[in-house]
């Protein structure tokens, strides 16, 4: 459920978790399984049977077409779609050469989307659209859930107004309470500055960090999940672009501010 309320307002357009679309308000977005497909052709004697039967309760979602043969499925859709049979709105490819896969797919199926879905990531769907792929949407899973591990540690900056600072070989941290000044220059981000919360805006600069709770208590209502995506969508888009490239990407330059230097320096000696 966390994991597709992250995902959502990341940016990404949806859900296959019921229970999170449920909870979240939204419609759950996603294809029939393989299982699925394996089971009635068991049964039933065809893959033919499979999507038919898919389709019969979900006419709008994507068939799943590489259980067996992916070109052949797409041939068969390919004919049933011109003898009036049945209307496919989406196919999903879910292995194999994605790039030949997707192209082959597309020369049988030119007015159907096409889905791919397999431990993407953000690297192999670049390297998938450098590479010509015929793919209009992605479906992340594995890798965006569990990916590389960040690192965070909550560290005691200021106790009753008194500064702190731990000064451990290349563990030391900055004391006071803090806040991120961002400057913009024409709606882009030229850089962040770190300092102290009572410090003030320098020109062309807004405060990123926001007091939402004080002794327990909330300041104000949570905010709906729309709102966050469309702020985070705002956030990205605000950073250059040789900063949000996949590879290589420029860091933010990242500055602290004399105030905050100097108290550094002030706790350290105390």
Not at 45 to 56: I, L, N, P, Q, V
Not at 67 to 83: C, E, F, G, N, P
Not at 113 to 139: N, P, V
Not at 175 to 200: C, N, W
Request: charge should be neutral; proline fraction near 5%; hydrophobic fraction near 40%.
């Amino acid at each position: 459920l966390w994991a597709g309320r992250a995902a959502i307002a990341a940016g990404l357009d949806g859900t296959l978790t019921v229970l999170a679309a449920v909870k979240l308000g939204c419609q759950p977005k996603g294809t029939m399984a393989h299982a699925l497909v394996m089971a009635i052709t068991a049964v039933s004697g065809s893959e033919h049977d499979a999507f038919t039967a898919f389709y019969r309760y979900f006419p709008n979602a994507p068939l799943l077409i590489d259980t067996y043969d992916t070109v052949a499925a797409a041939k068969s859709l390919a004919q049933r779609i011109a003898a009036g049979e049945i209307q496919v709105t989406g196919v999903r490819l879910d292995s194999g050469d994605l790039v030949t896969l997707s192209q082959e797919v597309r020369s049988h199926l030119p007015n159907v989307s096409i889905f791919a879905s397999g431990d993407l990531d953000e690297y192999e769907i670049a390297r998938l659209k450098q590479a010509g792929a015929c793919i209009d949407g992605y479906g992340l899973g594995t890798r965006l859930v569990t990916g590389n591990p960040i690192n965070g540690v909550y560290k005691l900056v200021e106790i009753d107004g008194i500064p702190t600072m731990k000064q451990s070989s290349s563990k030391v941290t900055y004391p006071g309470r803090k806040q991120i000044y961002r400057q913009f220059h024409q709606d882009t981000v030229i850089k962040d500055r770190l300092g102290l919360m009572a410090e003030s805006c320098q020109d062309h600069e807004q405060p990123l960090l926001e007091q939402v709770i004080k002794q327990g208590q909330r300041l104000k209502p949570p905010e709906s999940l729309e709102v966050i995506q469309k702020r985070t969508a705002a956030s990205v888009a605000s950073l250059a672009t040789s900063t949000r490239q996949i590879d290589q990407p420029s860091p933010l330059p990242v500055e602290i501010s004399d105030a905050l230097q100097q108290l550094t320096i002030a706790t350290s000696k105390g």
